[in-house]
């Protein structure tokens, strides 16, 4: 499917611009052998992990370290305890630590750059919550459920519940802020209402 892109992109974008161009190798060449983007700002390289996926995922960041931390059900009936670590989720996580790292290393940083990376950070999110949930309403044969177990779980509600607030309001200042739509709606009709003009 990648070279099938490539064999269609390239050609198109090579018409529209006038000479040979693959558009992606040009970007990758662009930002990191040129290092030209920084002449659009730079950041340090703790950028991403420190402000723009805590800004991304809001308070859905701190569900994150609980599909790390917190037991399956069959592991805590056996160690009787809430927290452990689980390796299982390393396989999904390790990889987009990585990505986000490689990204980290260049200069310029846009939030825009780490997007591919936030689904799978969620998906670890999610899990720890299903495990907590599990750990909460599930309790053991000869045990009740913590009332830690049930604190977590309720705060992990409100994370996603604050984030989606949360979500909906940034999405109403974007609307403020990036009017693209309410010009092309108003060429539109002026379009429409103007009369027709022979080129």
């Known amino acids: ?50 402000n723009a996926i805590p800004k991304a995922m809001l308070l859905t960041t701190f569900l994150v370290p609980l599909g790390l931390l917190i037991s399956s059900t069959r592991s805590a009936r056996m160690r009787r305890s809430l927290f452990t670590f689980d390796s299982s989720l390393l396989p999904l996580l390790v990889p987009i630590v990585a990505f986000v790292s490689l990204y980290s290393i260049l200069p310029h940083k846009e939030m825009r750059f780490i ?15 299903a495990k907590l949930h599990s750990i909460t309403f599930h309790s053991f044969k000869d045990k009740k459920p913590s009332k830690w177990s049930k604190r977590l779980y309720i705060g992990s509600i409100g994370c996603i519940l604050a984030t989606f607030v949360g979500s909906f309001l940034f999405l109403l200042v974007s609307k403020q802020n990036y009017p693209g739509g309410d010009t092309l709606l108003a060429l539109s009709h002026y379009a429409a209402n103007e009369p027709k003009q022979p080129f």
């Open 1 to 50: 499917a990648g070279i099938g892109a490539v064999l269609v992109s390239a050609p198109l974008d090579s018409i529209m611009w006038g000479r040979l161009l693959w558009p992606e190798a040009q970007v990758l060449f662009f930002n990191t052998v040129e290092n030209k983007s920084s002449e659009w700002g730079t950041s340090p390289g703790h950028w991403y992990f420190s």
């Open 115 to 129: 997007f591919p990376a936030l689904p799978m950070l969620n998906a670890v999110a999610g899990i720890g919550v």
